[in-house]
T-cell receptor, first 112, second 115 residues
Framework: DAKTTQPPSMDCAEGRAANLPCNHS???????VYWYRQIHSQGPQYIIH???NNETNEMASLIITEDRKSSTLILPHATLRDTAVYYCIVRVANFGNEKLTFGTGTRLTIIP | DAGVTQSPTHLIKTRGQQVTLRCSPK?????VSWYQQALGQGPQFIFQ???????QRGNFPDRFSGHQYPNYSSELNVNALLLGDSALYLC??????????????FGPGTRLTVL
């Protein structure tokens, strides 16, 4: 699985959009970008994934650059409950490969 | 619908002992993975079970072993415990099949302390 690079920490004001960057410059053509988050004392929670098109769901939006070497997770209206560690993961999504390779993630703090 | 459950929530052992951690997957899920998360680090993949067999394994020694039962529940066993095995152990489950490649559901974890 390709390596990812994320800033160790970020702050965001409550109600504003939180934009979390991820660099994955060695990503292969068949690797997807996944985002998970881990709220303190809980297991990681799936947020969103994408291959090359931008994606949106009820939790967040994922913007992937055209060359696929980086991406941004957007939480449109951050709340205090969004304070967590956010992990960007790159992996091949196929049957039999369930391994998620977590880095150290970005610790996002939402400021009231 | 209960999500992924793990037991016990906390456990204290001494070096050299053996430990068994348990996981019940989300209802209907047939694939279970185990992760180790040291303090301040991201989770590290240990192994994955499907159809009662270990299908994929991370870079962990043979002291780490597992089992999956016909009801899909799973156990993680660690022998000859070392101080460095102190960590949060996470279980994740998902449905197998091409339609379910993407989302894994994690339990709250078991906090193991080795003294």
């Amino acid at each position: 699985d390709a390596k990812t690079t994320q800033p160790p920490s970020m702050d965001c004001a409550e109600g504003r959009a939180a934009n979390l960057p991820c660099n994955h410059s060695t990503i292969s053509g068949n690797e997807y970008v996944y985002w998970y988050r881990q709220i303190h004392s809980q297991g990681p929670q799936y947020i969103i994934h994408g291959l090359k098109n931008n994606e949106t769901n009820e939790m967040a939006s994922l913007i992937i650059t055209e060359d696929r070497k980086s991406s941004t997770l957007i939480l449109p209206h951050a709340t205090l409950r969004d304070t967590a560690v956010y992990y960007c993961i790159v992996r091949v999504a196929n049957f039999g490969n369930e391994k998620l390779t977590f880095g150290t993630g970005t610790r996002l703090t939402i400021i009231p | 619908d209960a999500g992924v459950t793990q037991s016990p929530t906390h456990l204290i052992k001494t070096r050299g002992q053996q430990v068994t951690l348990r996981c019940s997957p989300k209802s209907g899920h047939d694939t279970v993975s185990w992760y180790q998360q040291a303090l301040g680090q991201g989770p590290q993949f240990i192994f994955q079970y499907y159809e009662e067999e270990e299908r994929q394994r991370g870079n962990f020694p043979d002291r780490f072993s597992g089992h999956q039962y016909p009801n899909y529940s799973s156990e993680l066993n660690v022998n000859a415990l070392l101080l460095g095995d102190s960590a949060l152990y996470l279980c994740a489950s998902k449905l197998s099949g091409l339609l379910y490649l993407n989302e894994q559901f994690f339990g709250p974890g078991t906090r193991l302390t080795v003294l």
